[in-house]
């Protein structure tokens, strides 16, 4: 059984790294720092090497002290772990440390995993990486501390989307019965995680809702930024994350489209849908790419060019 | 044991009404649905009468054939619940319907229940009503259908804000674990409940957010809604419900004030906290109540007065 293999793997060496994919998020950051305090149980230190900053909305979590922005150096470690990593480039620069590594894991739920390690743990049906990572623990026999059991919570309610989406199941409902059972304070996470919002954010929420326009009788909406309202809102480049959710939440509406106006007319194009509508088709023919429900791409242009050309495509398939 | 008590007593009985409590919500529709279709299972055909219609919302429930609004015909039936009622007050005009029955059921999860009935069934560690109904139902030894499933599913999700509030428990997601198990469709009714917003609502918020003040170095957020505005969002009196929240979640905001412009210079004011400040002081000095985070009142004056006022209130517990 590979879970097997993996545990005694681990118990057998020294020196441990652990490698969640670049632009971390909820379940990468809280799968490895989970595993981290197992592995430190287990007597051994192991590092977290990161690509970029921990994100504001993650500053919370315990176990921070494992976690170290990836300086560039290579170092041998007995054995690397990438957590969440559905193939290689997702490891950026880091890509060094796991192949100077003398052995490697990968434990994945991403259906697109390249199984890049020696011993490869792609379990489709986990909601989160954060599942596979409570079954090892399990499996290891160490206790759930209230900080492995926050750090698990925090990795699977945000890959569900709050227990939301598709890929919730009843088994990640039972793990996160155990989770609570062993200390999580729901309401302190939930609150951080899905009630607060930057003031700029909110801001830019306002000036999208602004620009919102409603078309083929309310089926479509279209959301325009332009970097004039980033710089009136104070917001960041990333509070542009999830705006494109405003036009597609509206009752109604079955495709949502964010224009995100750079400079020198060229312009970051999200799509959504809600149903049936495959916006990856259109995000193809326009040079992007994506899933059904959630795609994208970049256009060079006009924006009365660019906007007429995507309702074109659009209406083809609404 | 309370429970067998009221097993038997139904399983006895003839002719049945479930009475939700008015202003009903997704705890008490789904609640009473769910008894419905047990009910139904039994051999009574059960009717659940209404104070108002069922908001556009949880139109999506099954069952809803059980439903009727109530018109003030007062028929006796042998058995009578109040579902997630915690005083009679809040059966409205129904009250009749539960004083003229032969037998009288209450179950429900407030720890303010008046017990009102000949057997009362108050579970206050139950995040909702939904989750009694959920036990009474495996007690009866029924099967969990999808219908039923699906309409504990909505009472839980609702009430726990989406497993968010701090009344989410161990037990809350063991039972949504077997709902799923028997078929609950998690990613369809979550965006029916959590991720559909009317057109007007959206414009709402987003005029809303316009208006917002940051004051108090960050600490307080205020946000103004007139007549005017809710005219030109086409918006409704109750698509306000919420729209505090917006100041409340901004990083860093202890104290959120929404102040509702009516007519003739009254005002509807709006308050919440995050953290330590109890707003219910606030609001009770103005005439008006509510609880530690989420309180309110109304006030006639100027708008200049009345900000000044609140914001002289809330500095001295800020």
Not at 21 to 49: F, M, N, Q, R, T
Request: hydrophobic residues 40%; contains cysteine; glycine residues 8%.
């Amino acid at each position: 059984m590979i879970e097997s293999n993996i545990i005694s793997t681990i118990k057998e060496v020294n020196t441990v790294a652990i490698l969640p994919h670049v632009s971390i998020d909820g379940d990468a950051l809280g799968s490895s720092i989970a595993l981290a305090y197992a592995v430190k149980e287990l007597g051994i230190e192991p590092i977290i090497y990161i690509e970029e900053e921990i994100p504001l909305s993650y500053n919370f979590l315990p176990g921070t002290e494992f976690v170290e922005v990836y300086q560039g150096e290579v170092k041998k470690y007995d054995l690397v772990l990438a957590l969440d990593t559905g193939d290689i480039e997702r490891l950026g620069k880091r890509v060094e440390i796991l192949k100077s590594a003398s052995d490697t894991i990968n434990i994945d739920h991403h259906a697109t995993n390249t199984e890049f390690a020696r011993l490869n743990l792609v379990k489709t049906t986990s909601s989160a990486t954060g599942e596979i990572i409570y079954q090892l623990i399990k499996m290891m026999g160490l206790s759930l501390t209230k900080e492995i059991s926050t750090c698990i919570y925090v990795a699977i309610t945000t890959d569900t989307g709050g227990f939301r989406y598709k890929n919730t199941t009843s088994v990640t409902h039972q793990i996160v019965s155990d989770l609570i059972d062993n200390g999580v304070d729901v309401s302190w996470v939930s609150q951080l995680l899905f009630e607060t919002m930057s003031l700029p954010k909110t801001k830019l929420m306002g000036l999208a809702i602004e620009t919102l326009q409603i078309l083929e009788d309310g089926k479509v909406a279209v959301i325009t930024v332009t970097d004039n309202m980033i710089k009136n809102a104070g917001a960041r480049e990333e509070d542009c994350d999830g705006i494109v959710n405003i036009g597609r939440n509206i009752r109604g509406i079955e495709v949502a489209v964010l224009i995100r106006q750079n400079k020198n007319e060229s312009f970051k194009i999200n799509l959504r849908s809600k149903k049936y509508v495959d916006v990856s088709v259109i995000a193809n023919k326009l040079g992007g790419g994506g899933h059904k429900n959630a795609a994208g791409c970049t256009i060079n242009g006009y924006m009365d060019d660019i906007k007429a050309m995507l309702l074109k495509e659009i209406k083809k398939v609404l």
